[in-house]
Every structure is written in C-alpha cells, then in structure tokens.
C-alpha cells in the first residue's frame, strides 16, 4: 500500500482543522492592514478597529488549538463520526464569534454564542476523553 491509500488517521478531526486552519488565516490577513493603517507595529495603537481584529484573532488562537486536541483525541479512542458533533459546533461558534465581536467591543449574541461552543467543546470533548481514560466509555 503506498502512501495515497493509507487511511487518514483523524478524518473528522482533519476536515474541522483544515477549515479552522482558513478561517485562522482569513482572521490573520486582516490585521497587517489594520497595523500599517494605524502606525501600530505593536498592540494597536489606540485604533479600536485594530484593538477588535487583534482580539478575535487571540480569541481564536487560545481555544481553537486545544478543542482540536480533545477532538482528535477522543476520535482516536472510539468516538468515530461522532467527533462531527464537537467539530461542526466549534467551525459554527469561531465563525458567529468573529462576526459578534468584528462589529463591537459590546455584548452581542453572537460573540456569546462563540464564546458558548468553544468552551462547550472543550468541555464536553475533555470529558468524554476523561471517560474514555477511565474506561467509563
């Protein structure tokens, strides 16, 4: 068997990196602008349209990488297909999370909805590989 027909290893979990990992340089491409806009090779020089790209572009580096870690992780152990229902929710939530908080600094139902399914995905992805190391699963 050459490489070309061995299997993926995480195939759920590939598919939601490869989206996240455009939608991360979608966020990336729009700062370097913002920066040349506002004079700010560091911070944001006080430009709140740079200070909210800034923002949604750390949100995301913080959460993104460890729910994909939970994910591929219970994938490996058995959870199979069923890694869709942690994937799909968290390309969903990092999409309305960028939008809710791309417009304002302020609350908003979509940066709240964001905000809810990363941290719901690392929860729920934590605990099932918690039950998967314990054997509860």
């Not at 061995?6 to 939601?16: M, R």
Request: aromatic share 6%.
């Amino acid at each position: 068997m050459d490489a070309m027909d061995a299997a993926i290893p995480f195939p759920v979990t590939a598919l939601y990196a490869g989206l996240l990992a455009i939608l991360f340089v979608i966020l990336s491409v729009r700062i370097p602008p913002l920066r040349y806009k506002a004079k700010a090779g560091i911070g944001d020089g006080g430009d709140p349209t740079l200070a909210r790209a800034v923002r949604v572009h750390a949100n995301f580096a913080e959460h993104v990488p460890l729910a994909l870690i939970v994910m591929a992780l219970a994938e490996a152990n058995g959870l199979g297909p069923w890694t869709h229902l942690l994937g799909a929710p968290l390309v969903i939530g990092r999409i309305a999370h960028a939008q809710g908080l791309g417009r304002s600094t302020g609350p908003s139902a979509l940066r709240a909805v964001g905000m809810g399914t990363a941290w719901g995905v690392i929860a729920i992805g934590g605990l099932i590989c918690l039950a998967q190391s314990l054997r509860l699963i």
